[in-house]
C-alpha cells in the first residue's frame, strides 16, 4: 500500500523560506509525476506545483512562480518543495499528489503558517 507522508511544515515570518519533502513508502516515486497542492482556510485545494517523473519537466500556479521550487531525488524517493520570499497568502496545509491509474494518492498533509 503506498504511502505519502509530507513534511517541513512550520510557522515563519514574510519573506521566510521553508523546505517541504513528501517522502513515499510502499512504492517508488520515480516512475511518475508529482504535485503539490495546497488548502488555505475556508478556500478550496489548488495546484501549486508539479514535476515529472524525470525532472526535466515542472509546472507552477502563476501565484509561486519565481519563489517556489519543486524538485526531486528519485534515488531518495522524494519530491521536496522549496518556498522562498513566503507571502501571508502561503498560509495553508500543504499536500504532495501522486496518481497511480485509476488511484489518486494523497499524503496527510503538512501545515504552512505564514505570521510576523
Known amino acids: 500500500q503506498l504511502q505519502l507522508v509530507e513534511s517541513g511544515g512550520g510557522l515563519v515570518q514574510p519573506g521566510g523560506s521553508l523546505r517541504l519533502s513528501c517522502a513515499t513508502s510502499g512504492s517508488t516515486l520515480e516512475d511518475y509525476a508529482t504535485g503539490w497542492f495546497r488548502q488555505a482556510p475556508g478556500k478550496e485545494r489548488e495546484a501549486v506545483a508539479c514535476?515529472?517523473?524525470?525532472?526535466?519537466?515542472?509546472n507552477y500556479a502563476d501565484s509561486v512562480k519565481g519563489r517556489f521550487t519543486i524538485s526531486r531525488d528519485n534515488a531518495k524517493n522524494t519530491v521536496y518543495l522549496q518556498m522562498n520570499s513566503l507571502q501571508f497568502e502561503d498560509t495553508g496545509v500543504y499536500y504532495c499528489?501522486?496518481?497511480?491509474?485509476?488511484?489518486?494518492?494523497w499524503g496527510q498533509g503538512t501545515q504552512v503558517t505564514v505570521s510576523s
Open positions: 514535476i515529472s517523473s524525470s525532472g526535466r519537466s515542472t
Open positions: 499528489n501522486l496518481v497511480i491509474w485509476p488511484n489518486n494518492y
